[in-house]
């Protein structure tokens, strides 16, 4: 998996509201980003085991994961992902309405990265946007030893 070209995020989000919010945040953000899109915990699983329909689907750098989904939950989503040795390192960002203290212990427990309770305003998308790019920072550098997800912006403070 490269992550010299565009980064592959996958986005499990059931909600057509939040669907259309991320998408767009994440075009005016700049980010070389291939967004995918599924709408629920079993599309998920099957997307990430390359199963029909999903079978010629790229392997995501990055899973964006709703809690509350149809089918099959976002901890249950969660739990196969983890348990699977083929994508257990595959980072998780868990994106919830709840802001529950037993639902984000329950999400670090099964190993999530990180828990984010999803944002409401404009100003709060985007600063979780940019914050999902300075969690990429932190990952493995790509080939050419820039850090965070590949960008079409001009940064003026880089």
Do not use: C
Not at 24 to 37: I, N, P, R, T
Not at 131 to 155: A, L, M, Q, V
Request: proline letters at 6%; a negative charge.
């Amino acid at each position: 998996m490269s992550r010299a070209g565009r980064a592959q995020v996958l986005l499990v989000e059931d909600s057509p509201s939040d669907l259309a919010l991320l998408h767009f945040a994440f075009q005016e953000s700049g980010l070389q980003v291939d967004l995918h899109v599924v709408r629920d915990g079993e599309e998920a699983l099957r997307f990430m085991r390359r199963q029909a329909p999903f079978d010629a689907g790229p392997t995501p750098d990055l899973i964006l994961l709703d809690l509350n989904l149809p089918r099959l939950g976002g901890f249950d989503v969660l739990e196969a992902l983890k348990a699977d040795d083929r994508l257990r390192d595959i980072p998780v960002v868990v994106l919830s309405t709840s802001d529950a203290d037993a639902d984000i212990r329950r999400a670090y427990l099964l190993e999530a990265e990180s828990y984010q309770v999803k944002p409401v305003t404009y100003s709060e998308l985007l600063t979780f946007i940019t914050y999902i790019d300075r969690f990429w920072e932190t990952r493995e550098p790509h080939s050419n030893g820039t850090s965070g997800f590949p960008s079409s912006r001009k940064d003026s403070d880089a």
